[in-house]
């Protein structure tokens, strides 16, 4: 009932400037923290970078100053811009989120407000190589 869709991974080559966005969709009630993580063959999945509905952006200490991240409260979007990107940031990107989806009546007529959960999207590829 909720996805997330990323689109914009490819193949660049170093120093390059790429850009992801990912758009959540289905009966969403409210969404807190949007983020990006990555994975690369053979790693665990790591934090790029995470906002919250505020605006408030954290990001790992390997794209501070290169990447930005960004979001539409109003389309429930998320995006993040890298530039001057490096081989090692070649990798899986995977679109990420918390969402409550809109509250509805059970058969037995009691207003039923489904808890936050986390989501994730099928994740993107981005390759750095010349």
């Known amino acids: 009932q909720v996805q997330l869709v990323e689109s914009g991974g490819g193949l660049v080559q170093p120093g390059a400037s790429l850009s992801l966005s990912c758009a959540a969709s289905?009966?969403?009630?409210?969404?807190?923290?949007m983020g990006w993580y990555r994975q690369a063959p053979g790693n665990q999945r790591e934090l790029v970078a995470r906002i919250t509905s505020s605006g408030t952006a954290n990001y790992a200490d390997s794209v501070k100053g290169r990447f930005t991240i960004s979001r539409d409260n109003a389309k429930n979007t998320v995006d993040l811009q890298m530039n001057s990107l490096k081989p090692e940031d070649t990798a899986v990107y995977y679109c990420?989120?918390?969402?409550?989806?809109?509250?509805?009546?059970?058969?037995?007529?009691?207003?039923?407000?489904?808890?936050?959960?986390?989501?994730w999207g099928q994740g993107t590829q981005v390759t750095v190589s010349s």
């Open positions: 289905g009966s969403i009630f409210s969404i807190s923290a």
């Open positions: 990420n989120a918390d969402i409550s989806q809109r509250p509805y009546y059970s058969s037995s007529g009691y207003l039923l407000r489904p808890p936050l959960r986390n989501y």
